[in-house]
């Protein structure tokens, strides 16, 4: 699966990479270099890291979905119990 990014997004993040080398490598990277190391970032590591996204996600659905019976269990056969309660509440 390839990682698409937006026209805008793409732009942006070539002219990080741009300014990334130019302010910690010691050559500067062109628009074009800049543009193909994006295009090799996203598509060999890309999957990876999407990949770590949707894992955690799962792990924090499943979480979510583990306290709904909590959040919205109802006994079940009480009536006769809460009859009980109204009636030992009766003076």
């Known amino acids: 699966m390839t990682i698409e990014l937006s026209k ?8 990080s990479i741009e300014r990334y080398f130019q302010e910690n490598m010691e050559e500067r990277i062109g628009n074009v270099a800049a543009a193909g190391l994006l295009g090799y970032i996203l598509e060999e590591i890309g999957p990876s890291i999407y990949n770590k ?3 955690d996600v799962q792990v924090r659905l499943q979480a979510r979905v583990s306290e709904i019976d909590f959040e919205i269990h109802e006994e079940e056969f009480s009536y006769w119990r809460r009859v009980a309660k109204q009636r030992k509440a009766k003076p």
């Open 8 to 15: 805008e997004d793409r732009a942006q993040a070539v002219a």
């Open 53 to 55: 996204a949707v894992a």
